[in-house]
């Protein structure tokens, strides 16, 4: 059986605009790129998620969503489906 790693993970709540989220990101990038022997993730408001990606785009950093509906669409007021994230290239919910 293989060790387990330790996952550290941020969930913003409504917290930080993109633009906020942009600068937290950048002093945060620096920090984690040498903390081994765990992973690394950020799970930003939905409206962030798309950024987060593309600014953490090659870093050990993941980016998750914080909610996700389990249906791939319908008429479900606020919710997020499966292919709206897959879309725009989070790594988990």
Same mark, same amino acid.
């Given at each position: 059986?293989?060790?387990?790693?330790?996952?550290?993970?941020?969930?913003?709540?409504?917290?930080?605009? &993109? @633009?906020?989220?942009?600068? *937290?990101?950048?002093?945060?990038?620096?920090?984690? #790129? !040498?903390?081994?022997?765990?992973? &690394? @993730?950020?799970?930003?408001? *939905?409206?962030?998620?798309?950024?987060?990606?593309? #600014? !953490?785009?090659?870093?050990?950093?993941?980016?998750?969503?914080?909610?996700?509906?389990?249906?791939?669409?319908?008429?479900?007021?606020?919710?997020?489906?499966?292919?709206?994230?897959?879309?725009?290239?989070?790594?988990?919910?």
């Amino acid at each position: 059986m293989s060790e387990r790693i330790p996952l550290i993970a941020g969930n913003w709540k409504m917290y930080k605009t &993109v @633009a906020q989220a942009e600068e *937290f990101v950048q002093s945060l990038l620096p920090r984690v #790129s !040498t903390a081994d022997g765990v992973d &690394v @993730a950020i799970c930003p408001s *939905f409206l962030a998620l798309e950024a987060m990606v593309d #600014s !953490t785009r090659g870093s050990r950093v993941q980016v998750f969503a914080q909610n996700m509906h389990s249906a791939s669409e319908g008429a479900f007021t606020g919710e997020l489906a499966p292919p709206m994230l897959i879309e725009v290239g989070v790594h988990g919910v």
